[in-house]
């Protein structure tokens, strides 16, 4: 007789892989590198630091 296997190490491993290559396929879509979330922050700062310089003083 063989040696027993354990179904859950299998079941989970898998559920694993599965997990991972989701995660993988999300990061290529939503994922950004960190330059352009710097980026995207200097402009956000930069659009925010304009609309407070035209505002009219009374």
Do not use: C, T, W
Request: net charge positive; charged share 50%.
């Amino acid at each position: 007789m063989g040696k027993p296997v354990n179904l859950n190490r299998y079941r989970k491993e898998k559920a694993r892989a599965e997990k991972k290559a989701r995660a993988d396929q999300n990061a290529v879509k939503f994922g950004r590198s960190k330059a352009e979330k710097i980026e995207d922050k200097f402009h956000q700062d930069k659009q925010r630091r304009d609309i407070d310089n035209h505002e009219l003083d009374e």
